[in-house]
């Protein structure tokens, strides 16, 4: 069955650019979209963006002008990258499928922390 | 773009039925019947519950339904179990966007 990892550095400086890669296996990424979702400790999920395979995308607007998502369908892979980053910003990353208009496929997550 | 609204805890006994309440808007929930519901359970990623206001992925238990009315998608829970005991999440999907619930604690009593 289809699979979802993320994957990228656990701990990013201030100021800097938070980059994560979502890879899918057991099934292609063609055709979906395909979304990354975070969750700072404690408190609840906050849906990023999305991507169609066709590089399309949609961005939450609190985090538009910070927020740029990539698809790679050679690699089966899409990625995040979150500039400018804050405290604000640590959180668990998930990456998801969607399908039929809802997450139906998570990744594991991974934890990002934001410090010098 | 403001978070749907959940109670932030829901309490039952083994047994019985709770509810879950999901408000937003004319623009998200009422304007679309593309509501679904996850649980998750602590340290794990979420589970797809609901979707399309009330329909149930393979392998989740008919004890789960969902349904809509205006501005407000409910999340029922039958028969509740001790396994139930988890946070969950509405989340409303549009043309642009998505939108989570701010997220409600069920205890099983």
């Known amino acids: 069955q289809v699979q979802l990892q993320e994957s990228g550095p656990g701990l990013v400086k201030p100021s800097e650019t938070l980059s994560l890669t979502c890879t899918v296996s057991?099934?292609?990424?063609?055709?979906?979209?395909w979304s990354w979702i975070r969750q700072p400790a404690g408190k609840g999920l906050e849906w990023i963006g999305r991507?169609?395979?066709?590089?399309?995308?949609n961005y939450n607007p609190s985090l538009k002008s910070r927020v740029t998502m990539s698809v790679d369908t050679s690699k089966n892979q899409f990625s995040l990258k979150l500039s400018s980053v804050t405290a604000a910003d640590t959180a668990v990353y998930y990456c998801?499928?969607?399908?039929?208009?809802?997450?139906?496929?998570w990744g594991q997550g991974t934890m990002v922390t934001v410090s010098s | 773009q403001s978070a749907l609204t959940q109670p932030a805890s829901v309490s039952g006994s083994p047994g019985q039925s709770i509810t879950i309440s999901c408000t937003g808007t004319?623009?998200?929930?009422?304007?679309?019947?593309?509501v679904s519901w996850y649980q998750q359970h602590p340290g794990k990623a979420p589970k797809l519950m609901i979707y399309?206001?009330?329909n149930r992925p393979s392998g989740v238990s008919n004890r789960f339904s969902g349904s809509k009315s205006g501005n407000t998608a409910s999340l029922t829970i039958s028969g509740l179990q001790a396994e139930d005991e988890a946070d969950y999440y509405c989340?409303?999907?549009?043309?642009?966007?998505?939108?989570f619930g701010t997220g409600t604690k069920v205890t099983v009593l």
């Open positions: 998801a499928r969607i399908f039929y208009r809802a997450f139906d496929i």
């Open positions: 057991g099934g292609s990424i063609s055709s979906y979209y």
């Open positions: 991507i169609y395979t066709s590089g399309s995308t």
């Open positions: 004319s623009s998200d929930v009422g304007g679309y019947n593309y």
């Open positions: 399309d206001v009330s």
């Open positions: 989340s409303s999907y549009t043309s642009s966007s998505s939108l």
